[in-house]
């Protein structure tokens, strides 16, 4: 088969895909990977053939300048904020922001490319095209050049969830109310294509999802569901990573788009820092360079790396602290390691929540986070073995799915299913 893989959003949405397509590649399928110029370098890095297309444009640089920094960071944006705040979910609200935040924020992320991605996925007729649920350009050329289509997830379904919110509650209006924004604007590049929208441009013929279901709020769609395998990019396992540590290690990384993306973490690293100093623990925190100034002074157990990679790092660590990031989850809970989760942006107060329900770890909010409570959540991680053996449950959970080469096969019924259509 000929795959097309398609992603527009942030560089660490390109890194939950990279795994998926290799799976494909070695299968004997044919994989290019088609996004805007800005990113080629990334799929190159990978390993895999990119496809340029269209011009580059920032997303979230551009939603920050009409939203503000921190409103963009904070949670899950409008329309989709009724996905943790269901108390919003009312029809007047739901359409006034597809018709305006939703279409807005698609816009961004998909314009700059859709015009050169339905030209070249014309000329090279993929028989499937994967696309992250931001990448609705996607569905678009899939459509367009008569393709099969799937959705891969870079963490909780929150799209398919509010979409078939949004259809339910639109379904229940008076005929001439049931207004339907995102539709509409899809719809239109369906007429400029030659053919009709269908819902499944929001939701892919199939969606793939790399995480354990204990993790996962499923919509009423067809899921495959793989392992999670780590991709970190170029890395190299410093020294001081190749021996066992000598004391428990305690790992902090906040994730690589606090600083890419927005101004800085927004966590106190130092009050975190300081409130464990006095423990027989090494602590390893991972700090950008530009952001390593402002700790301060270091305790003497701490070492500070701009950079480890995670999946050398997790496996000789006693806890991993995180910002509640999808893979950073999933990259911890292979070896089995407790986590505490410290989230603010997107899914990921979702996901810690998940975490904690399912006994691996612990979550506290950004929002609440001391010191103080900080080392209280170390000490029960570090002590109680209910965290240890709900890790090791949950290790045990992730390695039942099938790996991205054992669902290659499912993939490939699915492909023929739906392009018999």
Known sequence: MRILFVS???????????????????????????????????????????????????????????????????????????????????WEHMVASMANEGIEWHKYG????????????????????????????????????????????????????????????????????????????????A?????????????GDFTLDQFPLSWQDEADLEYVRTQYIAYNGASVVPKWLQTPPEKPRIAITMGNSAVEVYRGYNVPLTDLLDSVADLDVEVVATVAASQQPLLGKVPGNAR???????????????????????????????????????????????????????????SIHVSEVTGESFRAAIDRLLTEQ???????????EIFALPTPNQAVPRIEELVVKHRAR
């Open 191 to 203: 007429r400029k294509y030659g053919f009709a929208f269908t819902e499944d441009m929001f939701t």
């Open 386 to 396: 209910v965290f240890k053996d709900r890790a090791v449950a949950l290790r045990d």
């Open 8 to 90: 527009n959003p942030p560089r660490t949405v390109y890194k939950y895909m990279f795994t998926i397509a290799w799976a494909l590649r070695t299968a004997g399928h044919e994989v290019r990977f088609a996004s805007q110029p800005e990113f080629v370098d990334e799929v190159l890095q990978a390993g895999l053939t990119a496809v340029p297309v269209g011009h580059s444009r920032d997303m979230h640089k551009v939603a920050a300048r009409t939203r503000g920094v921190e409103a963009e960071r904070a949670g899950i944006p409008a329309p989709y904020d009724v996905y943790e705040e269901p108390e919003k979910a009312t």
């Open 110 to 189: 998909n314009f700059p490319i859709i015009s050169g991605l339905v030209e070249f996925a014309r000329f090279w007729e993929p028989d499937l095209v994967v696309w992250d649920p931001l990448s609705f350009a996607g569905a678009i050329a899939a459509k367009a050049c008569g393709a099969a289509h799937a959705r891969l997830l870079f963490g909780v379904d929150v799209f398919g969830k509010v979409r078939q919110q949004f259809v339910q509650l639109r379904d229940e209006q008076p005929a001439d109310q049931r207004r339907d924004p995102l539709a509409e604007w899809m719809g239109a590049y």
């Open 304 to 362: 500070i790396v701009d950079f480890a990679p995670m999946h050398a790092l997790a496996p000789t660590c006693s806890v991993v602290v995180h910002h509640a990031g999808a893979a950073t989850m999933g990259t911890t809970a292979r070896h089995p390691v407790p986590q505490l989760a410290l989230p603010y942006h997107y899914d990921q107060p979702t996901l810690g929540k998940m975490l904690e329900k399912q006994g691996a770890g612990l």
